[in-house]
């Protein structure tokens, strides 16, 4: 079956440009995720959606960080005013279960951000 | 805090040259260790989850294994294709975490 998709793959924003980022998640997978990965650096956690509910914000960096999962589905993450820090590459994952059962992480394959 | 810690950052193998590669960390208490393989400008692709120390798990020429304190990553006869950045990382056992933390990774290049 399709894996998680996620739109655009690239985007080049210029500094103080609002950018919204899309995740399709696997059919049926509860728990949407979002990371981000710098260059050379392993994923860093964003947030954390079980269905539409956002229970984890813990990872966003700064109040313009900004993700929702309306409809329990598709996710969109939304950074505003863009900085040259935020350029990294943003990564979404979903897993089947609820908490503790079937978790395994599956991701999309990343959308690169970079901010001029 | 939870950490990871891969080593090494980079290892060169000659085709069928088998090595390990080595995940440490320091979690509250464990609910899962993850095995990832990351190729140039794609996301990360999940290979294996353990559980428990002492728990083993194979595929292919790869077998993860887990103590208290790391895991490895053992490669058996590495082909060109095992090329890739192979990435750990934890889930920890608090309630309601979800998260996974992990490590920088391990650049994997097989030479034929």
């Known amino acids: 079956g399709a894996g998680v998709s996620q739109s655009p793959r690239y985007k080049v924003a210029k500094r103080g440009q609002d950018v919204a980022l899309r995740c399709d998640p696997i059919s049926g997978h509860v728990s949407l995720f979002w990371y981000q990965q710098a260059l050379g650096q392993g994923p860093e956690f964003l947030t954390y959606?079980?269905?539409?509910?956002?229970?984890?914000k813990s990872g966003l960096p700064s109040d313009r960080f900004f993700a929702e999962r309306p409809e329990g589905s598709v996710s969109t993450l939304k950074i505003q005013r863009t900085q040259q820090e935020d350029s990294a590459v943003y990564l979404c994952?979903?897993?089947?279960?609820?908490?503790?059962?079937?978790?395994?992480?599956?991701f999309g394959p990343g959308t690169r951000l970079t901010v001029l | 805090e939870d950490q990871v810690t891969q080593s090494p950052e980079a290892l060169r193998l000659q085709e069928g040259e088998s090595s390990s590669l080595n995940c440490s960390y320091t979690?509250?208490?464990?609910?899962?260790l993850f095995w990832y393989r990351q190729d140039p400008g794609k996301g990360p692709e999940f290979l294996f989850t353990?559980?428990?120390a002492g728990e083993e798990k194979e595929k292919e020429r790869l077998k993860a294994t887990l103590t208290k304190k790391e895991s490895f990553l053992h490669i058996t006869a590495p082909k060109p294709e095992d090329s890739a950045t192979y990435l750990c990382?934890?889930?920890?056992?608090?309630?309601?975490?979800?998260?996974?933390?992990f490590g920088t990774g391990t650049r994997l290049t097989i030479i034929p």
């Open positions: 959606f079980q269905n539409e509910a956002q229970l984890d």
């Open positions: 979690v509250s208490g464990l609910r899962g």
């Open positions: 353990l559980y428990s």
């Open positions: 994952a979903s897993s089947l279960g609820t908490a503790g059962v079937y978790n395994e992480q599956f």
């Open positions: 990382a934890v889930q920890a056992a608090n309630f309601g975490n979800e998260k996974l933390t």
